[in-house]
């Protein structure tokens, strides 16, 4: 069984390499799995506590600055996880390659050379 191990403990199975979750545990002991997307803020009273958006609030056993490097390296691999994803895209299910997007001198606009991956935005009309 493949397990994931932060700050040097063994928390729970690996889910396909990477999760959307952190895994935190409760002061009285249970593992849990929290989206750290959903965090407002945490404070340390002298026990860590993590409040959600909604109000609801956690008391776990790591040190804030455990908590905080947790998130951290949570959202650092959903931005390398996208990286990937642009790089390497996977093969589509149904044979075709993905849509891949057109270089920037291959546009029927404007030649735009000098602006690498900028997307022009314009201004809704209400």
Request: glycine fraction near 8%.
């Amino acid at each position: 069984m493949n397990t994931m191990k932060t700050h040097g403990r063994v928390l729970a199975p690996a889910l396909q390499g990477w999760t959307s979750v952190i895994l935190l545990t409760r002061l009285n002991g249970p593992v849990f799995a929290l989206n750290p997307d959903l965090v407002e803020r945490a404070d340390c009273t002298p026990d860590t506590v993590i409040t959600l958006v909604d109000g609801t609030k956690y008391v776990v056993t790591e040190s804030l600055a455990d908590f905080v490097a947790l998130i951290r390296d949570y959202r650092a691999s959903v931005v390398a996880e996208a990286q990937c994803l642009v790089h390497n895209p996977p093969p589509d299910a149904g044979g075709e390659a993905p849509h891949q997007p057109r270089p920037l001198g291959d546009s029927d606009g404007p030649d735009r050379s000098g602006t690498d991956n900028v997307v022009p935005l314009y201004r809704r009309e209400r």
